[in-house]
């Protein structure tokens, strides 16, 4: 039987349109993060790599700081980070409190639920953030194994405050579990203060990093309870009794560690190290503010509080009359800037406009906000 050519186009050589990517991710990755991730591969068991790799881990637990030695980027994109995450810190028949005031929280009471936890949903409207007293009341209630908490909620642009949320946690002898995908590189994180237990994170956003890869990290009291399960983690690729011998001193392979895509987040880590975290930390709210002020001179809203308002992350009301898609689909087309409209209980209420990591700069707000006006103005 002859080969079938059915298939088999001719495509041209691929070239890319050059966005400003300025929606909820992915971001544009920094040009010298670009330059490592076309360096020449080695094995994933080379020695090159394994130094590689102990950089990368030490790095990444400096941007969270943490001194957690379970510190480690997951092959696969954040959302593979999140499930990591809630795989190896929830049981079956545990209960688990997720803190659902946006579109992230309800994913991880869904993961939590597909590994047979009992969940108790804490709710909230979206685009604002839990109390103390709140987050007492709920626990109270479900006596929870796990508290899940969306640090930087990515469909919201809300910042969830954690002071106080550890001791509550240690009253009830509760796991602390947070999302930091939007905020990992741009935000204020001190996981070891704050008592976080398990925080998961992705590439694509304030990293300036393709996506591809998903940091996570699991601290002493998940990797005891992680020791003492009875049953085996139901996700063998993402099992981190498996996978942390691969990252830790015993080297035993498990896969095939995405080489260059380790390579991008080792050069992304090393701008944040390069740049100090304060630094960085300031320079996306000073950018925030300028977008903030700007929307504000042209009679346009933001949707959350100022108070818990992400610097990385703004979700802006769509005046009346005007169509939310519309403005994107032309921002796009004439403008090469992306934007995006909001998810879930906001769709079709607000834009998300993201200034992360490399994007988070002053000529890409005063471009954005001279764009915005003009398409508007139409």
Not at 115 to 141: C, K
């Amino acid at each position: 039987m002859p080969v079938s050519d059915k298939h088999r186009i001719q495509t041209r050589e691929l070239d890319t349109p050059p966005r400003l990517l300025l929606g909820p991710g992915p971001s544009n990755a920094h040009p010298r993060v670009l330059r490592a991730l076309s360096n020449r591969q080695v094995g994933h068991l080379d020695p090159a790599f394994i130094e590689l790799m102990n950089e990368v881990q030490t790095l990444l637990r400096y941007a969270w700081q943490t001194d957690n030695q379970v510190t480690i980027p997951v092959s696969g994109t954040g959302s593979a980070a999140m499930e990591a995450a809630v795989v190896n810190t929830v049981q079956p028949g545990d209960s688990v409190l997720v803190g659902c005031n946006g579109y992230f929280g309800e994913r991880m009471v869904d993961m939590a639920s597909r590994y047979g936890a009992n969940v108790t949903r804490m709710e909230a409207p979206w685009g604002t953030a839990f109390d103390l007293e709140t987050i007492r009341a709920n626990m109270e209630a479900c006596r929870p194994q796990v508290l899940g908490l969306v640090h930087a909620e990515t469909s919201t642009g809300a910042r969830q405050p954690l002071d106080g949320v550890r001791e509550l946690c240690d009253e009830f002898d509760c796991l602390l579990l947070i999302d930091t995908v939007t905020s990992l590189g741009g935000v204020e994180l001190l996981l070891d203060e704050w008592g976080v237990d398990a925080a998961y994170s992705g590439t694509q956003k304030c990293l300036s990093c393709p996506p591809g890869l998903g940091p996570l990290t699991l601290g002493s009291r998940v990797i005891e309870r992680l020791n003492q399960r009875t049953t085996k983690v139901p996700n063998w690729y993402l099992d981190m009794s498996l996978v942390g011998k691969y990252w830790g001193s015993e080297r035993t392979y498990h896969h095939t560690a995405p080489i260059n895509m380790n390579y991008a987040l080792r050069e992304a880590l090393r701008l944040i190290a390069e740049e100090g975290l304060e630094a960085r930390w300031e320079r996306h709210r000073r950018n925030a503010q300028l977008l903030w002020d700007g929307l504000a001179e042209m009679g346009l809203s933001c949707h959350v509080d100022a108070s818990i308002r992400l610097p990385s992350l703004t979700t802006v009301r769509v005046p009346d009359g005007v169509d939310p898609g519309a403005v994107s689909r032309t921002l796009l087309s004439e403008y090469n800037i992306e934007i995006a409209g909001g998810l879930g209980e906001l769709a079709g209420k607000v834009w998300r406009v993201g200034l992360m990591g490399f994007n988070s700069r002053p000529e890409n707000v005063t471009l954005l906000l001279a764009a915005l006006k003009d398409v508007l103005n139409r």
